[in-house]
Nanobody, 120 residues
């Protein structure tokens, strides 16, 4: 049974940083493209960043240069380092396994989500 568990969310001031982690189990982690998505109130879920099994990365234009996605295959964990956070980054952030890189559509496995709130 695949399980994705996110952690690291919280309240941060504008300009601050947070690091999200997603620990995967029940899957051969190294073969999956992984992604982070977010959903703000009243908005659709959107891709934030994705990383292929080979380590290639993709970012939404809105976070390019501020966020960094990485993975540790030995630990079965994917990370999202978020710097220079803005109020518009406020959302629930979800980890996903099996991202279809050509379309950036999320795969079949989702975490439960972690809240990120950027506010002074």
């Amino acid at each position: 049974q695949v399980r994705l568990v996110e952690s690291g969310g919280g309240l941060v001031q504008p300009g601050g940083s947070l690091r999200l982690s997603c620990a995967a189990s029940g899957m051969i982690f190294r073969i999956y493209a992984m992604g982070w998505y977010r959903q703000a109130p009243g908005k659709q879920r959107e891709l934030v960043a994705a990383i292929t099994s080979g380590g290639s990365t993709h970012y939404a234009d809105s976070v390019e240069g501020r966020f960094t996605i990485s993975r540790d295959n030995a630990k079965g964990t994917v990370y999202l380092q978020m710097n220079s956070l803005k109020p518009e980054d406020t959302a629930v952030y979800y980890c996903n396994a099996g991202v279809h890189i050509a379309t950036m559509v999320g795969g079949p496995y989702w975490g439960q989500g972690t809240q990120v709130t950027v506010s002074s």
